[in-house]
């Protein structure tokens, strides 16, 4: 009943140590003993001897169904991955000498993607001769900063980048 798996965990034959400590389906210690003794009692039984820790003096061997527990293992991974968010990086461009309405429309969408939990970098791009007026475009990166104040706060100050300042806002632990 030799079954080669991935170098995950030590199954069956790949079991190398001269003892082992054994504990059974239910869980249940049954002690010290050679390690080709207790692949005889998980091959009596049908089931594999899994290698579930080698730090310990002797290594503690369990056994089980390698399938059933594999694919267990890679469910709670899955699971585990599920429930993690990565916050992206989502952007907001806008010129500098923007009107009331777009500002509005343009919070709107960084609160949205804040409140998403997202982070938002705020971009405002210069045109020519425009670039002589960074004063005004931090003014108004730093009035964005202060609107969205409730649920986020500056990561990164307004930074001048070549034609572009900006600035990343990150959302507020809850």
């Given at each position: ?16 140590y ?120 931090i003014?108004?990166?730093n ?32």
């Open positions: 009943m030799k079954k080669k798996y991935d170098n995950e965990s030590l199954v069956n034959e790949s079991i190398n001269p003892q082992v400590r054994l504990i059974d389906y239910l869980g249940k210690q049954l002690g010290i003993c050679s390690s080709k003794e207790a692949m005889s009692i998980a091959s009596n039984q049908g089931l594999d001897l899994v290698m579930i820790s080698d730090k310990s003096n002797p290594p503690v061997c369990k056994i089980i169904d390698y399938g059933k527990y594999k694919f267990s293992q890679e469910k709670k991974a899955k699971e585990a991955k599920k429930k993690q968010h990565n916050a992206a990086i989502k952007e907001v461009k806008m010129r500098y000498k923007i009107e009331n309405h777009d500002y509005q429309v343009r919070l709107n969408q960084a609160l949205k993607f804040l409140q998403s939990g997202d982070k938002v970098k705020t971009t405002i791009t210069f045109r020519g001769r425009e670039v002589q007026h960074i004063n005004l475009a003014e108004l990166l009035k964005m900063a202060q609107d969205l104040k409730e649920i986020s706060i500056v990561q990164q100050i307004p930074i001048k980048d070549g034609k572009n300042i900006t600035m990343i806002l990150a959302p507020t632990k809850k």
